[in-house]
C-alpha cells in the first residue's frame, strides 16, 4: 500500500514535503515525494492529506505495572515517602489489578501515537493473562534482592521462561536490576551477565533522586535510613557517587539503559561517555520529583545518547511522548523540535539494539508508523510536538491499530 501525507518525516534524511510511503507486508519498502512514488494498478492508497506521517514514537522507560497508580501518590519532599506510598498502595491490588493497568497503560500509549515502548515489569506471572500486545512492547524483569530474595542464573532463567512462552509477540525481553540500593552488586553482576549471554538488553534506574546520591556520597539521608532499616547492608556507602559504585564493580555496559542519572559528579560524565551508556530522560517525572536540572547539554555534549522515557503514573499524569518532548523543551533552551523527535525515535532504537529497524522511515525498516494532524503549524516536528489529538494513523508491525473511537 501507498500512504500519502502533507508531509513524512523519515529521522534519517530531511523531512519530505508531499510524501508518500510505500508499505508491503510489516516492511516499508520506499518512501519518496508522492509525484515519484506512483500506485501500481490495484494498490491501496492512503491519503493522510494535511498530517505529518512519522516513525512510531519509542517510550525508553515506562511501568506498565503502576498505570494504576495514576492521580494516587502526591509529590512528595522526600523520595523515601514516595517509595513507602507506592509500598502501601501495592499492597491492595491483586493480578487482575495489575493485568487491567497493563492493558490501560497500553492503549494510553496507542492514543498518543507510541508503537514501541521499554516497559520494567515487576510481576512477570501476569504475562500468561495478557493478551498479545498492540505496541512493540520490551519486557524487563525487574530484579530487586534488598529484602534478602536470593536469585541465581536458574531462577531467572526460569522466570524468563514466562517470557518465552509468547514467541509470537512484538518486541523483546531484557533484565531490570532495580536500582543501586535496592539491588546488591552480586545480583547486578547476574543480570550483567545473563544479558551478555542470552543477547538481551539491560536496564536499571540510577541517581534519580537527592537521596540517592547521598547515601552513596554521605551514608545517610532518608533512603539510607529506609534501605538500612529493610536489612540492606550499606557498607558501600559513603564512597562516591551512585553511577560511580556501578562502574566500579564494571556493572554497566555498553548496552545498558541508565535511567535518570539526575545527579551525577564531575567525574562521572568522561565514563560514561567512554562505556558508551544510553541515558533515558523522564523529563515529567523529573519536574514531578522537582529534580536539579538535568544535565543535558553536557551530556550531550559528552557523546552520550539521550532517550526520553514517562516512567510510571506513579510520578506522571500521562505516558504521552509528545508531553515528554513539550517538557524537555520547556526546560532546556537550546533544544530544537527535531532534537526532541530523535530522541524518541533514532536514539531510542540505537539504545534498544534495533537501529535500521524502528525509529525511521527508511527502506526496509518494519512499518511502525504514526500520523498527526498538521494542525495550525507549517513545521513537521513542530506538528508532532503540539499535537494533542490521537494519531490520525497509527501502524505496527504493517498493520493498522485503532485509535480513532474517541
Ligand atoms: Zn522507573
Same mark, same amino acid.
Given at each position: ?7 513524512? =518525516? ?91 493497568? =497493563? ?304
Amino acid at each position: 500500500m501507498i500512504i500519502k501525507a502533507e508531509w513524512i =518525516v523519515p529521522m534519517k534524511g530531511d523531512p519530505i514535503f508531499q510524501g508518500a510511503v510505500r508499505v508491503e507486508h510489516e516492511h516499508i519498502v520506499h518512501a519518496a515525494k508522492s509525484s515519484e512514488l506512483l500506485p501500481q494498478p490495484g494498490e491501496e492508497v492512503l491519503d493522510l492529506g494535511s498530517s505529518v506521517l512519522a516513525p512510531g514514537l519509542i517510550n525508553a522507560h515506562c511501568h506498565l505495572d503502576y498505570t494504576i497508580l495514576r492521580g494516587c501518590i502526591d509529590p512528595h519532599n522526600s523520595f523515601a515517602g514516595w517509595i513507602k506510598s507506592i509500598n502501601a498502595l501495592k499492597r491492595d491490588f491483586t493480578t487482575e489489578d495489575y493485568v487491567k493497568s =497493563v492493558n490501560d497503560g497500553l492503549e494510553m500509549l496507542i492514543e498518543s501515537g507510541t508503537t514501541t515502548v521499554a516497559n520494567i515489569e515487576s510481576f512477570p506471572e501476569i504475562l500468561p493473562l495478557l493478551g498479545p500486545p498492540p505496541v512493540r512492547t520490551w519486557w524487563f524483569l525487574e530484579l530487586i534482592d534488598v529484602r534478602n530474595r536470593n536469585f541465581d542464573e536458574t531462577s531467572i532463567i526460569g522466570i524468563l521462561s514466562v517470557f518465552d512462552q509468547h514467541p509470537n509477540w512484538l518486541g523483546g525481553f531484557g533484565l531490570s536490576p532495580h536500582a543501586p540500593y535496592t539491588a546488591s552488586p552480586a545480583l547486578y553482576r547476574l543480570a550483567k551477565s545473563c544479558s551478555e549471554r542470552l543477547q538481551m538488553p539491560f536496564t536499571t534506574h540510577v541517581a534519580e533522586s537527592v537521596q540517592e546520591h547521598e547515601m552513596f556520597v554521605n551514608a545517610r539521608g532518608d533512603l539510607y535510613d529506609l534501605m538500612k532499616s529493610l536489612g540492606r547492608d550499606c557498607s558501600d556507602c559513603g564512597q562516591g557517587s551512585a553511577l560511580s559504585h556501578l562502574l566500579e564493580y564494571g556493572l554497566l555496559t555498553h548496552n545498558c539503559l541508565a535511567v535518570h542519572m539526575n545527579y551525577l559528579q564531575d567525574y562521572d560524565y568522561s565514563a560514561l561517555s567512554e562505556l558508551g551508556v544510553h541515558i533515558v530522560y523522564c523529563p515529567k517525572c523529573h519536574s514531578y520529583f522537582g529534580h536539579r536540572p538535568f544535565e543535558l547539554e553536557r551530556l550531550r555534549q559528552h557523546g552520550v545518547n539521550i532517550c526520553l522515557g514517562t516512567d510510571s503514573l506513579a510520578s506522571n499524569n500521562s505516558l504521552d511522548m509528545r508531553a515528554e518532548m513539550r517538557e524537555a523543551r520547556l526546560k532546556h533552551a537550546g533544544l530544537t523540535n527535531r532534537q526532541c523527535l530523535e530522541m524518541v525515535t533514532l536514539n531510542p532504537a540505537k539504545a534498544l539494539n534495533q537501529e535500521g529497524r524502528i525509529g525511521e522511515i527508511s527502506d526496509d525498516a518494519l512499518a511502525d508508523l504514526v500520523a498527526f494532524d498538521m494542525g495550525i503549524h507549517s513545521n513537521p516536528y513542530e506538528a508532532i510536538i503540539e499535537s494533542h489529538q490521537r494519531p490520525r494513523l497509527l501502524m505496527v508491525n504493517g498493520q493498522k491499530i485503532d485509535s480513532s473511537n474517541d
